[in-house]
């Protein structure tokens, strides 16, 4: 049986949540700034030209998808845009299947609303 737990503290859950947000701003500045500097301004899928001015849309993709292994190399990046990062990690889930938990892998609804239906209408007619 789960354990009873008391009554949510809001403030303490938004210092925690805020906490990871920074650190995962900060870990994000620090490969990107790094990726940025060993790599072109190029999308590595189709190829798009990124200057200052649309940089912001020139993402940092982890190709073992683990945003903690950073190696100053380089060697587990690659500079794609938005749109071509979005595209990769559709991939992803697709290629994993229901069985991780993604979209669509929810349990088959057993509930069936509509089951005594047609004995009810029966009964009306």
Known sequence: MPKQR???????L????AEARRASDERARGYRE???KLYP??????AREFTRANLSELT????????DH????GSNWELLCLYCHDNEHARLLEQLGP???????????THQ??????GLLKKDS
């Open 14 to 17: 938004d210092k925690v949540v």
């Open 41 to 46: 301004w190029v999308c590595g899928r189709c």
């Open 6 to 12: 008391g009554p949510l503290d809001e403030g303490k």
């Open 70 to 73: 950073n190696p100053a190399d």
């Open 99 to 109: 069985a991780k938990g993604q979209a669509g892998s929810a349990s088959v609804a």
């Open 113 to 118: 609303p509509f089951a005594a239906l047609a």
């Open 60 to 67: 940092v993709h982890h190709r073992d998808h683990n945003h």
């Open 34 to 36: 790094q990726a940025l």
